[in-house]
């Protein structure tokens, strides 16, 4: 037997590699796959792609899609009888279809995992700002009840009314320039003795 060499370019990237590329892109794309959308975003040719994976391709486009809620658009599922009717003859394959999906339902547990935490969160902050929100109005009350009572002690009619002798805000003469005056020091020297 004599060695016949193969004829034409040598190939550029091997099956694994179109492989590899191939699922990558097809994690982070949602829709069906096709030639063009594939050469756009990985610049492998088209040819490349339509004749060495055009049956893995088709494999991906055929997954079936179900709706769930209104929240969750269309999920891609994996037709799984669909899989193994297609590849119980071949368990390399099959082997990595599954793996694939695997890896995808290990990723969206993690995600879901994450979510959960970030919603924890989000609802102790929640908690936080309705017990702050609930005080500030409380506060505001307090400060209402107060401004109410320092306005009214101003008209002589509610002093009699309420036998206050003078008004709540006015200040003494002889205070007036304490009243004025940003030295604590000497207004208040019991707080600043060592």
């Known amino acids: 037997m004599t060695n016949e060499s193969k004829r034409g370019r040598p190939t550029r990237y091997s099956d694994e590699e179109l492989k590899t590329v191939l699922y990558n892109f097809s994690k982070k794309h949602t829709g069906p796959l096709n030639y063009s959308l594939l050469e756009k975003n990985t610049k492998i040719p088209r040819h490349v792609w339509m004749r060495r994976m ?23 599922l994996p037709n799984i009888s669909k899989i193994i009717e297609e590849y ?15 890896e995808i339902i290990q990723t969206l547990h993690e995600k879901v995992y994450q979510y959960e935490k970030q919603l924890a969160v989000v609802e102790t902050f929640q908690k936080k700002i309705k017990h702050q ?14 401004e109410s009572i320092i306005l009214d002690s101003t008209n002589p009619l509610y002093r009699r009314e309420s036998q ?7 200040i003494h ?11 604590f020091k000497k ?8």
Do not use: G, H, R
Request: proline share 5%; net charge negative; with cysteine.
């Open 54 to 76: 055009k049956e893995t391709i088709n494999d991906l486009n055929n997954m079936i899609c179900c709706s769930t809620t209104e929240a969750v658009e269309n999920l891609p």
């Open 88 to 102: 119980k003859d071949k368990p390399n394959i099959l082997s990595e279809k599954l793996y694939n999906w695997n």
């Open 133 to 146: 929100e609930k005080i500030i109005k409380q506060q505001k009350e307090t400060i209402d009840y107060y």
């Open 164 to 170: 206050l002798d003078y008004n709540i805000i006015s």
């Open 173 to 183: 003469p002889n205070n007036k320039d304490k009243a004025s005056s940003f030295d």
């Open 187 to 194: 207004q208040f020297p019991a707080l600043f003795t060592e």
